[in-house]
């Protein structure tokens, strides 16, 4: 009797915790769904504003960023839109393509850090690469988190 009852305990202890994850990812997509509600423009306007609290921009840096943010996120819109269309369609990407979407994207980046490299002050641009950093670990920790419970179901 008592295993029995430590047994129901630790099941339902487990399915409790089981079911936290799901509406953190319901949030996290109501999120996403919000800032793609955005246009290009406002979507560079608020990057801009997070940046200058962050950075401390003066006016000159946040003129000249403003153009490289909005060039970003006209991109970002565009790329977007094409994954959107290609999987209404039901198309995959090939390798090829994969690879030459990746190649794109991180000659982007490179061309982007360039630019920040140009705009930006030494302490400003060290302090924009830990941020970039810190967000590409949250990044890898929560797909890498996705994953492992993608694997156990």
């Known amino acids: 009797m008592r295993n029995v009852v430590l047994t129901t ?7 409790c915790f089981a079911q936290v994850e799901k509406p953190k990812m319901e949030e996290r997509k109501a999120k996403m769904e919000k800032l793609e509600s955005f246009t290009p423009e406002q979507q ?11 950075l401390s921009l003066d006016t000159k840096q946040q003129e000249q960023l403003k153009k490289v943010l909005l060039n970003q996120a006209k991109k970002r819109e565009t790329t977007r839109n094409e994954i959107k269309s290609r999987k209404e369609k039901g198309e995959n990407l ?11 994207m991180l000659d982007e980046k490179l061309a982007l850090k360039e630019e ?5 002050t030494a302490d400003q641009f060290k ?5 970039i950093e810190k967000r590409e670990e949250r990044k890898d920790k929560f797909i890498s988190k996705r994953q492992n419970t993608k694997n156990k179901q």
């Not at 305990?9 to 399915?15: E, I, K």
């Open 9 to 15: 305990v630790l099941l339902l202890n487990l399915t």
């Open 44 to 54: 560079a306007e608020l990057q801009l504003k997070k940046m200058t609290l962050d």
């Open 94 to 104: 090939s390798k090829d393509e994969r690879f030459a979407m990746q190649s794109k």
């Open 116 to 120: 920040m490299k140009k705009i930006l």
């Open 127 to 131: 302090k924009w690469e830990e941020n």
